[in-house]
């Protein structure tokens, strides 16, 4: 039953070895001359040094966002993400 041992096994965060818990946070992009903003991101975040982790099935719908935010032509964006 190691298996069961792995999976209780809390995530611990890469930077300062702290605890990991699932949380919600807003990530910011600066692109070229043009500012993102996404809020409302599922993300594992460090107890103990505050760090967010995006989450990997989160990755791919905010390069979508941002795809989208380039083709705008404004120079701030902030926006909500979306769980599907």
């Not at 041992?5 to 890469?14: D, G, T, V, W």
């Not at 409302?40 to 989450?55: L, Q, W």
């Not at 989160?58 to 979306?82: N, R």
């Amino acid at each position: 039953m190691a298996g069961e041992k792995e999976k209780n096994k809390a995530k611990r965060c890469p930077l300062c070895g702290g605890e990991m818990y699932d949380g919600i946070t807003m990530l910011s992009f600066l692109m070229g001359e043009k500012v993102a903003i996404i809020k409302n991101v599922p993300a594992e975040i460090c107890t103990d040094c505050g760090e967010a982790y995006m989450k990997s099935h989160v990755t791919g719908k905010v390069e979508t966002l941002l795809d989208c935010i380039e083709e705008l032509h404004s120079e701030v964006s902030i926006i909500y993400y979306e769980a599907a």
